[in-house]
């Protein structure tokens, strides 16, 4: 029960890696805040933590707007009364959320705003509103998902792979910003996780994708007190697939 009286406030919690962390999170005693655009999935999982015994609260937003984020952490902190981790793990690569294949040179304005605004900016407005109720509590953590791509980049990834630079970027920036209140960021990237199958075609010198416990699991060691003195790194997850002997 690492996470007794922890809030947790979870983007991307409506599947995938943000969802199965929701519920890792539940199941070790935190309080969850899942927010997700997919507001069905985010009522039905939360509902599902509730009847398990744990307390949730689904907040549906499309965390583009920066209204939308503040409605949310406002709701949190009014339900809750603290934060005290923020997991921004919302995001995916454009090309395939926004269904617009070929390469960079094909990219429609709306893929390149999306794959800026869901996977960078979002954190950006969540870190930028979460931060002074972190600095009142004097703690708190701020983990961001990043990938692999954001570390070596990829010829089909490039505002995705931007963007996650982008977040190791930042979670270096919060963690000095952070740290005389006794805030820590983390990143993590991981390579290919089978979130869906489809990523199994992805290779990795140690030869499959990673699955998404894997990842999750991690993402729970960095953000508890464990980790009291893990801040401002960026941690791969990858089977050794930045290493380049993939090619
Ligand atoms: N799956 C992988 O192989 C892999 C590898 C490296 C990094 N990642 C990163 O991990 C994170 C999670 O990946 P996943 O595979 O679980 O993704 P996923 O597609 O299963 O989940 C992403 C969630 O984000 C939500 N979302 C999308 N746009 C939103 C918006 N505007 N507002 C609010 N919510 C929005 C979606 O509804 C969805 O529930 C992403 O940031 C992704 O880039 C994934």
Known sequence: MRFKQKVVLITGAGSGLGLLSAQQYAAEGATVVLVDVNAEAIESAAGEIRQSGAEA???????????????VVSRSVETFGRIDILANIAGGNPH???NCPGGFEEMTQEAIDWGIDVNFTAPIYFSRLVMP????????????????GGVVGGAGAVVYGAAKSGLIGLT??????????????????PGPVLTREAMANIKTP??????????????????CEDAAMISGSNHLIDGARACGGYR
């Open 96 to 98: 395939r959320v926004c």
């Open 172 to 189: 270096q920036s919060l963690a000095l910003a952070g740290a005389p209140h006794g805030i820590r960021a983390v990143c993590v990237s």
């Open 206 to 223: 140690l030869g499959r994708a990673a699955t998404p416990e894997e990842v999750t699991k991690f993402i729970l060691y960095l953000s």
């Open 57 to 71: 609260l689904a907040l549906p937003a499309d965390i583009r707007s920066y209204e939308a984020v503040a409605r």
């Open 133 to 148: 109720i972190m600095i009142q509590q004097q703690s708190g953590v701020i983990l961001n998902l990043a990938s692999v």
